[in-house]
């Protein structure tokens, strides 16, 4: 199994850039795909992004599509999320999570997840 623990989270303005990552402790990282969700107040998580162990294999949410994009180094057990054009709507608690499976859409699918970390974008 591999125990999650994301990083980078902070307040940035609107248009702007951060990067999260996630270190997952564990045994065949490699072997697990990754995904990203996000849950803001009074909402619902929602899928974000995720990568295959096949690298090769991503897909994102249409709401990030061409401003977020998912890599991961296996050599040191992290994924990252990388946001560019952050608007005040993307303002949420990211979650990483790992799937035994291939990438999946919803969290049923993933078996272990971190303690999030919060993304404020202010306008």
């Known amino acids: 199994q591999v125990q999650p623990v994301e990083s980078g989270g902070g307040t940035v303005q609107a248009g702007g850039s951060m990067r999260l990552s996630c270190k997952a402790s564990g045994r065949l990282f490699s072997t697990y795909a990754m995904g990203w969700f996000r849950q803001a107040p009074g909402k619902d998580r929602e899928f974000v992004a995720a990568?295959?162990?096949?690298?090769?294999?991503?897909d994102y949410a249409d709401s990030v599509k061409g401003r977020f994009t998912i890599s991961r180094d296996n050599n040191k057990d992290t994924v990252y999320l990388e946001m560019n054009n952050l608007k005040p709507e993307d303002t949420a608690v990211y979650y990483c999570?790992?799937?035994?499976?291939?990438?999946?859409?919803?969290?049923?699918?993933?078996?272990?997840w971190g303690q999030g970390t919060q993304v404020t974008v202010s306008s």
């Open positions: 999570a790992a799937s035994p499976r291939e990438i999946g859409y919803s969290g049923w699918q993933y078996n272990y």
């Open positions: 990568i295959g162990w096949l690298e090769r294999n991503m």
